[in-house]
Nanobody, 119 residues
Framework: QVQLVESGGGLVQAGGSLRVSCAAT????????MGWFRQAPGKEREFVAA????????YYGDSVKGRFTISRDNAKNTVYLQMNSLKSDDTAAYYC????????????WGQGTQVTVSS
């Protein structure tokens, strides 16, 4: 089992940038993929981005392609989500997850960090 703790959320103006982080403990960090999801009030959870254990492969949800970048530092057991050109539609709670991939369920989840984009 993996324990995940997100940080770095906050309030940012539209067009601005923000980076959120997720620190992991409990298993060998480089052994499993990491992902980011988000959920806005009244909406379903949405996939944002994922990165393979070694950091070589990534993929993104259509709504964030070209604006968001996922990365990881396996020496620090941390995954990041750099968010640029933020829009009000990006306002949501952002959650990191571990262990999944395109056709594999994500098994461990963090508690979330709130990102609010003001227009």
């Amino acid at each position: 089992q993996v324990q995940l703790v997100e940080s770095g959320g906050g309030l940012v103006q539209a067009g601005g940038s923000l980076r959120v982080s997720c620190a992991a403990t409990g298993r060998t960090f480089s052994a499993y993929p990491m992902g980011w999801f988000r959920q806005a009030p009244g909406k379903e959870r949405e996939f944002v981005a994922a990165i393979s254990g070694g950091g070589i492969s990534t993929y993104y949800g259509d709504s964030v392609k070209g604006r968001f970048t996922i990365s990881r530092d396996n020496a620090k057991n941390t995954v990041y989500l750099q968010m640029n050109s933020l829009k009000s539609d990006d306002t949501a709670a952002y959650y990191c997850a571990a262990g999944g991939w395109r056709n594999r369920d994500w098994t461990d989840w963090g508690q979330g960090t709130q990102v609010t984009v003001s227009s």
